[in-house]
């Protein structure tokens, strides 16, 4: 079945631009029909979407992160990126790569174990 | 923008118990609704989508309602596995809006 695996930095210096790679197994970024999406975990708990994209189609992004934000497929790779501009201490988080079915409308079906971000100097 | 309310924010129960908890969105309506479970140190998993279908999996003890704005999830005879943290999640016009997030404590 489809797997997810979130990789990147850990630490990141404030305004310093965040680099974040999905990569998928078992199924193809190119298939019909999914959203791929990241979602960010705050310490305290709760959970914000941060964008999605669908192959063939543009990206969508949470309108308070859309100035700061990339997502793109690459296909060749089977892959989701995402880039995050002039991050600061309020983007430590725990990100999340989850594929949502149905171009979004039945839910986030399939999720990577998350990838920690720290910010700090 | 988009504000989904969930309630509560903790619930306590005891293995047996039925709970319900409820969220609220501000925008609609839709039936483009989700609910999750998440346990300490894991992803959300996903439970229930379009307000009241079961996901793959999910034992019957779950079940969502409601439709428009206003939604809920019950979970009945509640089963020691049960007690994590549930998220609801909204969709609509491509904006995915999660709930606060519901803490359900063994009492």
């Known amino acids: 079945q489809v797997q997810l695996q979130e990789s990147g930095p850990g630490l990141v210096k404030p305004s310093e631009t965040l680099s974040l790679t999905c990569s998928v197994s078992g199924g193809y970024v190119s298939t019909g029909g999914y959203h791929w999406t990241w979602i960010r975990q705050f310490p305290g708990g709760g959970l914000e979407w941060i964008g999605s994209i669908f192959y063939g189609g543009r990206p969508h992004a949470n309108p308070s992160l859309t100035s700061r934000i990339t997502i793109s497929l690459d296909t060749s790779s089977d892959q989701v990126s995402l880039k995050m501009t002039s991050v600061t201490v309020a983007d430590t988080a725990k990100y999340f790569c989850?594929?949502?079915?149905?171009?979004?409308?039945?839910?986030?079906?399939?999720w990577g174990q998350g990838t920690s971000v720290v910010v700090s100097s | 923008d988009i504000q989904v309310t969930q309630s509560p924010s903790t619930l306590s129960a005891s293995v047996g118990d039925s709970v319900t908890i409820t969220c609220r969105a501000s925008q609609g309506p839709t039936n483009w609704l989700a609910w999750y479970q998440q346990k300490p140190g894991k992803a959300p998993e996903l439970l229930i989508y379009k307000a009241s279908t079961l996901a793959s999996g999910v034992p019957s003890r779950f079940g969502g309602s409601g439709s428009g704005t206003h939604f809920a999830l019950t979970i009945i005879n509640l089963q020691p596995e049960d007690f994590a943290t549930y998220y609801c999640?909204?969709?609509?016009?491509?904006?995915?809006?999660f709930g606060q997030g519901t803490k359900l404590e063994i009492k």
């Open positions: 999640q909204h969709y609509l016009s491509s904006v995915y809006t």
């Open positions: 989850a594929r949502a079915s149905h171009l979004g409308l039945n839910g986030m079906d399939v």
